[in-house]
């Protein structure tokens, strides 16, 4: 208690120096975060996070107090140092123009969910003046990552005919929303959608999405203050299920971790993508396991369309163990609800690199697999998708990523067993043509996305999609592929699909 007098004082201190509130809080807080940082003491230097989430809280509270504070209205630009997925989440995120980070990286968790919303998003903009931008005008160019304060007429009128531009695709691409995803020569590929809050459920449905192909279970739990109990997350999935019914709707478990912080559980590691996270996090809780399993069965009674993934996935002994607590559960629930509920099918995420060496052993565990591209990709080229400095480093488009994932296909069509991938890489029309060559029948993506790679599957015949595949595959160069590709869409009339990957918002 003595401490919190400390910081309270040095606090008021701070204040009569001339500082504003929030500004003398942040001021003293990130001075003691830094000093315990430095400590030899174990114990003290884990206080950090207390430390860090005092801070937020305090601030939280003066924000809710200033008076001077506006509403977001649907022209409002999202600004701070960093936002994190559970703050973004907790906001009416349809009245969101853009988002602008001066931290953060592009490839991290809150921008997919961001991107997900269809909300333009640019982090890592160092220079910027977060607290002197209120009533600026802005250009947010999410696209080339570019933001232009105060911007001089002339690029304002660009940039008008820019939006002008992509509201007329977006308007084009409507007609989208009824067709089927089928080849010109006839080859079917399904759309599921990504969800984690209701409005990409709507969304989904209305662009005319197959299925979830991936329900981040962990959102709900980021709503929160504290974990949610059985009958709340029952409430929760058995919404995702219905809109869906007769549909496939593939659940994954919590997976929380690394750049996916629940407010009142955070985890601090040195390296956190290799860290405590995904399966190896419930697995260590089976409390927190079984009550989302056990919720998630008794959402499913009546329409039988749950799939449960398991993340973040290295050893066949950690899909044997939750194997055998799922087993439990579902023979739990029937005892206790008199009712026969249908064994939901379980899959597995590809994240980790060993996983794809050893396909035929969790084959015979599992029902389906599912390609985590985002992960994959992260792990396969050392790349931390959270760190700016080496953002460049990170594609879809990099041969060995093409190669692997080639294999894996081939590999799951051996054993028989149904892959579908998710993540960013099967929402760009560019790489989605050359997942469907590589035999994926099934991509899961945003809503934003799915319009855009249909209308893509819809003027791309296989045959072609195929040989743009064996070409690129032999390139050297993750540019070279992804000019290739673009050479290809704009020579055969799909050059909005190119130009389309822009987000633009003023």
């Given at each position: 208690?003595?401490?919190?007098?400390?910081?309270?004082?040095?606090?008021?201190?701070?204040?009569?120096?001339?500082?504003?509130?929030?500004?003398?809080?942040?001021?003293?807080?990130?001075?003691?975060?830094?000093?315990?940082?430095?400590?030899?003491?174990?114990?003290?230097?884990?206080?950090?996070?207390?430390?860090?989430?005092?801070?937020?809280?305090?601030?939280?509270?003066?924000?809710?107090?200033?008076?001077?504070?506006?509403?977001?209205?649907?022209?409002?630009?999202?600004?701070?140092?960093?936002?994190?997925?559970?703050?973004?989440?907790?906001?009416?995120?349809?009245?969101?123009?853009a988002?602008?980070?001066?931290?953060?990286?592009?490839?991290?968790?809150?921008?997919?969910?961001?991107?997900?919303?269809?909300?333009?998003?640019?982090?890592?903009?160092t220079?910027?003046?977060v607290n002197?931008?209120?009533?600026?005008?802005?250009?947010?160019?999410?696209?080339?990552?570019?933001?232009?304060?105060?911007?001089?007429?002339?690029?304002?009128?660009?940039?008008?005919?820019?939006?002008?531009?992509?509201?007329?695709?977006?308007?084009?691409?409507?007609?989208?929303?009824?067709?089927?995803?089928?080849?010109?020569?006839?080859?079917?590929?399904?759309?599921?959608?990504?969800?984690?809050?209701?409005?990409?459920?709507?969304?989904?449905v209305?662009?005319?999405?197959?299925?979830?192909?991936?329900?981040?279970?962990?959102?709900?739990?980021?709503?929160?203050?504290?974990?949610?109990?059985?009958?709340?997350?029952?409430?929760?999935?058995?919404?995702?299920?219905?809109?869906?019914?007769?549909?496939?709707?593939?659940?994954r478990?919590?997976?929380?971790?690394?750049?996916?912080?629940?407010?009142?559980?955070?985890?601090?590691?040195?390296?956190?993508?290799?860290?405590?996270?995904?399966?190896?996090?419930?697995?260590?809780?089976?409390?927190?396991?079984?009550?989302?399993?056990?919720?998630?069965?008794?959402?499913?009674?009546?329409?039988?369309?749950?799939?449960?993934?398991?993340?973040?996935?290295?050893?066949?002994?950690?899909?044997?163990?939750?194997?055998?607590?799922?087993?439990?559960?579902?023979?739990?629930?029937?005892?206790?609800?008199?009712?026969?509920?249908?064994?939901?099918?379980?899959?597995?995420?590809?994240?980790?690199?060993?996983?794809?060496?050893?396909?035929?052993?969790?084959?015979?565990?599992?029902?389906?697999?599912?390609?985590?591209?985002?992960?994959?990709?992260?792990?396969?080229?050392?790349?931390?998708?959270?760190?700016?400095?080496?953002?460049?480093?990170?594609?879809?488009?990099?041969?060995?990523?093409?190669?692997?994932?080639?294999?894996?296909?081939?590999?799951?069509?051996?054993?028989?067993?149904?892959?579908?991938?998710?993540?960013?890489?099967?929402?760009?029309p560019?790489?989605?043509?050359?997942?469907?060559?590589?035999?994926?029948?099934?991509?899961?993506?945003?809503?934003?996305n799915?319009l855009?790679?249909?209308?893509?599957?819809?003027?791309?015949?296989?045959?072609?999609?195929?040989?743009?595949l064996?070409?690129?595959?032999?390139?050297?160069?993750?540019?070279?592929?992804?000019?290739?590709?673009?050479?290809?869409?704009?020579?055969?009339?799909?050059?909005?699909?190119?130009?389309?990957?822009?987000?633009?918002?003023?």
């Amino acid at each position: 208690m003595l401490y919190y007098y400390v910081l309270l004082y040095e606090i008021k201190e701070t204040k009569r120096e001339g500082r504003g509130a929030q500004g003398a809080v942040k001021h003293v807080i990130d001075r003691h975060v830094a000093l315990f940082a430095q400590m030899e003491d174990d114990y003290l230097r884990e206080r950090v996070s207390d430390l860090k989430d005092l801070g937020r809280r305090i601030l939280a509270a003066l924000q809710e107090d200033d008076t001077s504070h506006k509403e977001i209205t649907s022209e409002s630009i999202l600004i701070g140092e960093e936002i994190s997925t559970a703050a973004l989440v907790e906001l009416p995120v349809d009245k969101i123009a853009a988002i602008v980070t001066s931290e953060g990286a592009a490839n991290s968790h809150m921008v997919i969910v961001a991107r997900a919303l269809g909300i333009p998003t640019v982090v890592g903009v160092t220079e910027l003046p977060v607290n002197n931008l209120d009533d600026v005008e802005m250009i947010v160019d999410a696209y080339q990552g570019r933001v232009f304060v105060n911007p001089p007429r002339r690029l304002r009128t660009r940039y008008k005919e820019i939006q002008k531009e992509e509201e007329q695709i977006a308007k084009d691409l409507k007609q989208y929303e009824t067709k089927d995803s089928i080849t010109p020569d006839g080859v079917t590929v399904k759309l599921y959608v990504n969800t984690g809050l209701m409005i990409d459920v709507v969304r989904g449905v209305q662009r005319g999405a197959k299925g979830v192909g991936l329900y981040r279970s962990e959102i709900p739990f980021m709503l929160r203050d504290r974990f949610p109990g059985e009958e709340e997350q029952r409430a929760i999935y058995r919404q995702q299920l219905s809109h869906f019914a007769n549909k496939p709707v593939i659940m994954r478990t919590l997976d929380i971790g690394a750049d996916k912080d629940l407010p009142y559980f955070q985890i601090e590691e040195e390296n956190s993508a290799l860290g405590w996270r995904g399966i190896r996090f419930t697995l260590d809780h089976p409390e927190i396991f079984s009550s989302q399993i056990r919720a998630m069965l008794k959402a499913s009674i009546g329409l039988n369309n749950l799939h449960i993934l398991l993340p973040m996935v290295t050893n066949v002994s950690e899909v044997e163990e939750a194997l055998y607590l799922l087993e439990r559960d579902w023979l739990a629930v029937q005892e206790e609800e008199q009712v026969k509920i249908t064994k939901p099918k379980i899959g597995i995420m590809v994240e980790v690199p060993s996983v794809l060496l050893q396909i035929g052993e969790f084959a015979e565990l599992v029902d389906f697999f599912s390609v985590g591209s985002n992960d994959l990709i992260q792990y396969l080229l050392a790349v931390d998708r959270n760190n700016p400095r080496v953002a460049s480093v990170y594609s879809h488009f990099h041969p060995s990523v093409l190669r692997a994932l080639t294999r894996l296909v081939q590999e799951c069509h051996k054993y028989d067993k149904p892959i579908s991938i998710c993540g960013e890489m099967a929402g760009d029309p560019l790489s989605a043509i050359l997942l469907m060559a590589m035999g994926f029948n099934t991509l899961s993506m945003s809503s934003s996305n799915i319009l855009r790679v249909r209308k893509a599957i819809c003027h791309v015949p296989m045959t072609d999609a195929q040989k743009l595949l064996e070409e690129v595959v032999a390139l050297s160069n993750p540019l070279m592929v992804k000019s290739w590709m673009e050479y290809y869409f704009k020579h055969h009339g799909l050059g909005d699909m190119v130009k389309s990957n822009r987000m633009v918002n003023i």
